[in-house]
């Protein structure tokens, strides 16, 4: 089954934050099964735009309004009882996302689909970025990956001067620190060579908007 991931975009404009997430989907999600809705035609025009995201799919009306079968729907909702699980694909064919960017604390903005009676899932119980959820999603769904071993980070702490310091209020995937060997000889040697996988611009984005410069 070739499976398919819904993004209702519930932002009133295009974020740099958001263009940069969704750019970063599309490096694990073929674009072809990326369906984004609830855009207007001007995000729809910005989006297209995008080389990265060509031959994504793009619609104005809202997912509730699709010609899709709703019992193939799943919503992953943070508020869901039922984590979600590998043998989930064998049920539905399209994973739905809150296109939002996160608050602190959350706002349970996730509200405005819950509403409309799809079945739902939860990730866990921490707050993800959009691009780190579908690609937990994926992991669990195509790579038959249970939930809890995938490689986490939360809060991760990013430092913006020797003394000051910003934690981001976030679940993240991990990967290996780019710069440093991974030849680790103990399992905390290990863990202090891991950070968040973010999209590629986000540091530099971080950068502009807090007018600093931010260290790992």
Known sequence: MSFKYVIEHMED???????LEYCHISTF?????????NISKDT???????KSLQGANFFTNHIIDLN????????????????????????????LFGGILGDDPPRDR??????????????????????TAINV????IEDRVVID???????????????????????????PHPNKSTLQTTTD????NLVPLLPEGMIELLKKDGDMAFEF
């Open 13 to 19: 404009n295009l974020h740099e934050w958001c263009i």
């Open 29 to 37: 999600i073929p674009t072809s099964n990326l369906y984004f809705t």
């Open 44 to 50: 729809e025009s910005t989006l297209l735009d995008i």
């Open 68 to 95: 899709l079968k709703k019992d193939k729907i799943c919503l992953l909702d943070p508020s869901a009882k039922d984590i979600l699980k590998p043998e989930d694909g064998n049920y539905f064919e399209y994973f």
């Open 110 to 131: 996730t509200c405005e689909l819950r509403k409309h009676g799809f079945q739902t899932r939860s990730l866990g119980d921490l707050q993800m970025t959009t691009d």
């Open 137 to 140: 999603t994926k992991r669990v």
């Open 149 to 175: 071993q995938i490689p986490y980070i939360d809060f991760p702490e990013i430092k913006l001067s020797i003394k000051e310091s910003v934690v981001m209020p976030f679940r993240y995937i991990t990967i």
């Open 189 to 192: 040697e290990l863990k202090l």
